[in-house]
């Protein structure tokens, strides 16, 4: 018998427009302050953790063991083990998960999953010509082996390589195969600016009545995130394409796309029975999680794969699209929602793709990220599945009682969820 899965506490730092406020911290500098204030608030100091699951999408090779170097820059004893996760888009949803399976089978009682992200201090490479003239120098013993090595060494090798979001078997970066999705599904720029303009606008006002307070620590000054803003809509339809300049059909735009952002988020999950010995409150309970991929070089939109997701999650949990009180979908665009939306309410994709006999329906709009998305709060990519869960289970311990579903696409073709109950 599996054991029930209780969220504590979550924490996080204020997401950055990338090269601005965080410019040149490190991974480990963007997570300490959100791990520090929640071992603070759950008197975690000293104590021994079944596991610490950690990740990052943009690491330095010096980042191979990023999990533990976390675990060794907190207050937890030094012999709480760790493991670094990577999933794209999905990575920290993908350590929640990692946790809480160990805490459901019983290996474990308790733990912390989390994420962190910068575009900030991003790995640069040389050319790989360079490098691997480089190493074989290295491995040069004698002079004229080393000269050897250096004949026909060109400047153009010091060139660098800048990291570029672009899949490796397409060629095309996310916003472009965005672009190609929204034009498949005939997705309007006036619903994605419409989408972007709720979204800001539900993350005003849950700043304004502090339900962010106890979620987002202060740092470096900031206790709020620094791309909130609050365009008239208006002002949002007179944006200039983004990504598909030159074809007069583009509609996705810097508004309605998140902005590459920094920040770090983290969240405890335990046992019942730890809970209960430690006089800790569980907002809510993950549930159920599923994962799904697509063939997105011949077959499927890039970011799709949670609209093939959630209803295989649906049917093992025995629940239909309806039975929810909010909905946190990741907003990596405006375009990917409301593609993904479509596709559920879609008789022929529901039974074609997904081989099932009637659409799954509609969503009520007014539950879908109701204290703002992505595309107001920002998206460091492996930081954005722990920042739902904390705000979900949060929200659904203000209600009282109910269901919360997670959607996040990924690169690759892929798409994590999960459920949370309260």
Not at 193 to 206: I, M, T, Y
């Amino acid at each position: 018998m599996t054991k029930k899965v209780c969220i504590i506490a979550g924490k996080r730092i204020p997401f950055m427009r990338s090269s601005t406020k965080y410019l040149g911290l490190t991974l480990r500098d963007l997570m300490k302050p959100a791990m520090d204030e929640l071992v603070k608030e759950l008197k975690l100091d000293g104590k021994k953790l079944g596991e610490v699951s950690m990740g990052a999408v943009n690491k330095h090779a010096y980042d191979f063991a990023l999990a533990r170097e976390i675990v060794m820059d907190s207050k937890l004893s030094p012999q709480t083990p760790a493991t670094d996760i990577q999933k794209a888009c999905g990575t920290s949803l993908e350590t929640v998960i990692h946790i809480a399976n160990k805490i459901a089978l019983g290996q474990i009682e308790c733990g912390i999953a989390g994420g962190a992200d910068t575009n900030s201090d991003v790995p640069i490479e040389f050319k790989k010509s360079f490098s691997d003239r480089l190493l074989k120098l290295a491995a040069a013993k004698t002079l004229p082996e080393k000269l050897k090595c250096i004949a026909g060494f060109s400047p153009k090798e010091l060139m660098p390589k800048l990291p570029a979001i672009k899949e490796a078997r397409t060629g095309k970066s996310m916003g472009e195969s965005c672009e190609d999705m929204a034009k498949k599904w005939n997705i309007s720029r006036q619903a994605q600016d419409e989408l972007a303009f709720k979204s800001q606008e539900n993350a005003a006002k849950a700043y304004e009545k502090g339900f962010y307070d106890d979620l987002v620590v202060d740092f470096k000054g900031s206790k709020k995130d620094g791309l909130l803003r609050q365009t008239p809509l208006e002002k949002l339809s007179k944006l200039k394409p983004a990504f598909d300049k030159a074809s007069g059909q583009g509609t996705l735009t810097a508004a309605n796309s998140t902005a590459l952002t920094d920040g770090a988020s983290c969240v405890f999950l335990c046992s019942e029975d730890y809970a209960k010995q430690n006089n800790l409150t569980p907002l809510a309970y993950l549930t159920i999680a599923q994962s799904a991929a697509v063939d997105y070089i011949d077959d499927e939109g890039l970011l799709m794969a949670p609209a093939y997701a959630v209803p295989e999650m649906l049917k093992k949990a025995g629940l239909s699209l309806q039975d929810f009180d909010f909905y946190e979908i990741h907003e990596a665009f405006a375009a990917q929602v409301l593609c993904t939306l479509k596709a559920w309410e879609d008789p022929k994709f529901c039974k074609e793709k997904l081989g099932i006999d009637s659409a799954l329906g509609s969503i009520d709009r007014d539950k879908l990220n109701v204290n703002g998305g992505s595309l107001a709060l920002g998206h460091p990519f492996a930081a954005t599945g722990t920042r739902i869960v904390s705000s979900l289970a949060k929200m659904l311990n203000e209600k009282g009682f109910g269901r919360g579903l997670i959607s996040i696409c990924t690169a690759g073709g892929m798409g994590v969820t999960a459920i949370i109950e309260k």
